[in-house]
């Protein structure tokens, strides 16, 4: 048994691997947060795999008469930010790692920072095509119903309903035609072109309030989280980054003095008002510690602090150990609780995400001999969330890494629905045939 590694160069050589029906894992930029390409070996031994890397595909944008984006092939995020503003356009996602593929964002409908004004990816896409297991190209369009309507897909469909106002569910969600490829990483074709809306390159400005940290006393984040919600019309971001994940910056790189940071992207236009509305009428908040910040440090503070975490944990030779839990407003001191009891674990952590939307990354930083712990702990949390009937992946995807804790989510209809699936769209098993919907039902 042994790996292969594949490059492909051209959408030629893709669809001739495709047709061989060869099991094959796809990558591109290798930022997933739930698959651990530094230990990609270990996981995938003792199996025939060849791992493709769709990095190198020639790549293409355009703008339509109607101000949506093209990408085709490797196109990142940032890639697609340049373009736009080029032509006074911005994309409407803005995942921290603007070096992610725009087609694996798709893959694992990961929604980023700007959800918190504009919705989730998924929305966002207006059609997508993908080369199924024959190499075929098959196009997808979000206005046209799914047209598998079987009796497990619509109770499916019913199961996914206490999931809607989140950005994404235990399970992708299976309405429209897009969602086949939407959600479902990579487990039924690979998706080489996409149309995605695009909005207006309004200014706008960052606002930065640094706050007590949340382990110590969070009533001033429980008022924030609050209260910001009725403003998502002037608010473009609301992000948290704690004391904790300050310390893996420089600290000449360190605007928060020893404290937890909320920041706000608001639309230039608004500032104002959101700042007399919102700002001033915080009771916890002391206006000294309320500033304005450039918008390329804020960028690159948010960007930095993921990257470090990850650096760390491959330093220490353990897999990350992170939570992408998403709850209600509603139930947001709830969550904080849980996190604040991992805090009297004796393990190092640090919390940072999209906090307006009550979605936050908590991430362990264990010792080698602190991981088992780390493991224990965690499926304690997927049950809270559980119980809740809140999302416990509600942006990257599950992944290899959080295999273990998602089928407590699902029912016995969610494995035929998958199972459905992959017969259909997937009859050889050669796309990541190690990926959530092959896990069996032990129910």
């Known amino acids: 048994m042994s790996l292969i590694k594949k490059t492909f160069k051209t959408i030629d050589e893709l669809k001739k691997h ?107 896409i207006i059609s997508l095509t993908y ?87 969070s009533k001033a984040h429980l008022e924030i989280i609050n209260k910001v919600q009725k403003f998502r019309n002037m608010v473009i971001l609301c992000e948290l980054i704690d004391a904790n994940s300050f310390e893996y910056l ?65 330093q220490m030779g353990v897999v990350k150990k992170g939570t992408d839990v998403q709850v209600s407003v509603s139930q947001f001191e709830t969550l904080l609780k849980i996190y604040q009891n991992f805090t009297k674990l004796g393990i190092k952590y640090n919390l940072f995400g999209h906090f307006g939307d009550a979605h936050l990354h908590f991430n362990f930083m264990p010792l080698p001999n602190q991981v088992e712990l780390c493991h224990e702990q965690l499926e304690l949390l997927y049950g809270h969330v559980l119980k809740l009937n809140a999302s416990p992946f509600a942006e990257h995807g599950i992944g290899i890494i959080k295999q273990k804790y998602i089928p407590a989510f699902w029912n016995q209809n969610t494995f035929k629905v998958f199972k459905q699936l992959k017969d259909e769209h997937d009859p050889y098993k050669q796309f990541f045939p190690q990926g959530f919907m092959s896990l069996e039902d032990h129910s």
């Open 131 to 217: 080369l199924n297991f024959d190499g075929n190209e098959v196009k997808l369009n979000q206005d046209i119903a799914l047209k598998n309507t079987s009796n497990e897909v619509k109770k499916y469909q019913k199961d996914y309903a206490q999931y809607d106002i989140f950005k994404n569910a235990p399970f992708p969600r299976l309405e429209t035609q897009t969602d086949l490829m939407i959600g479902t990483e990579g487990q039924l074709g690979i998706i080489t072109e996409i149309e995605i809306k695009t909005t207006d390159d309004f200014p706008v400005n960052h606002l930065f309030i640094l706050l007590p940290k949340w382990e110590v006393d």
């Open 18 to 124: 495709l047709k061989t029906h060869a099991p094959t894992f796809y990558y591109s930029s290798q930022t997933s947060t739930v698959i651990p390409y530094d230990k990609i070996a270990d996981f995938f031994k003792n199996k025939e795999m060849t791992l493709g890397d769709l990095s190198q595909l020639p790549c293409s944008m355009e703008l339509t008469p109607t101000q949506n984006l093209i990408v085709k092939g490797a196109i990142s995020w940032k890639d697609a930010k340049d373009f736009l503003r080029s032509k006074k356009r911005n994309i409407m996602t803005s995942p921290t790692e603007e070096l992610a593929l725009i087609s694996a964002g798709a893959a694992t409908s990961a929604t980023g920072e700007r959800c918190f004004h504009f919705g989730n990816l998924r929305s966002q």
């Open 250 to 314: 420089p600290k000449a790189d360190r605007p928060n003095k020893e404290m937890d940071a909320i920041f706000f992207e608001i639309k230039t236009q608004s500032f104002n008002d959101f700042y007399e509305q919102f700002v001033l009428n915080l009771e916890y908040i002391d206006q000294d510690h309320v500033f304005e910040l450039a918008a390329t440090k804020f960028h690159n503070i948010r960007a930095s602090i993921p990257r470090a975490v990850f650096e760390k944990n491959s």
